[in-house]
């Protein structure tokens, strides 16, 4: 069974913010423990300042997933509804992520999906012709 755009995102993000999560743990245990023992409000310090700086890391990196996932749901959407410009509402919305997204939800094509018999891909019900075979 294929795996969407969405549900590939999901798993890569989830095997990144597990690693990272864990390399942020370790980072910030080791820098609370460059301190001396007795300075405890240091190391709390130390290890709370490890934590923010991965923080600010890994939003970012879930931005820039989040936007890849978005750009592939738009591409694969817009050629199983038959429009000819899927690369430019891509860069659309690329360039102005939700707005660009909302402009795109509005003004594509509407109707039901519903599954090609000749090549199993997703098309518009009210399309005389699949976009991805060219069969009825």
Same mark, same amino acid.
């Given at each position: 069974m294929a795996v969407s755009g969405v549900a590939f995102a999901r798993q890569? =993000?989830?095997?990144? #913010?597990? +690693? =990272?999560?864990?390399? #942020?743990? +370790?980072?910030a245990r080791a820098l609370a423990q460059h301190r001396p023992s007795d300075d405890a409000a240091g190391c709390a310090a130390c290890g709370s300042c490890g934590l923010l700086g991965g923080l600010l890391i890994l939003i970012p990196i879930c931005i820039l997933v989040l936007n890849i996932a978005l750009l592939v749901w738009v591409a694969r959407d817009a050629k199983s509804r038959g429009m000819d410009s899927a690369v430019l509402w891509m860069v659309l919305v690329m360039l102005t992520s939700i707005i660009g997204l909302i402009i795109y939800i509005f003004?594509?094509?509407?109707?039901?999906?519903?599954?090609?018999?000749?090549?199993?891909?997703?098309?518009?019900?009210?399309?005389?012709?699949?976009?991805h075979c060219g069969n009825a």
């Open positions: 890569i =993000l989830g095997t990144k #913010l597990k +690693v =990272l999560s864990f390399l #942020l743990c +370790v980072s003004s594509r094509p509407q109707g039901n999906l519903i599954q090609c018999q000749s090549c199993q891909n997703q098309r518009l019900q009210a399309s005389a012709k699949c976009p």
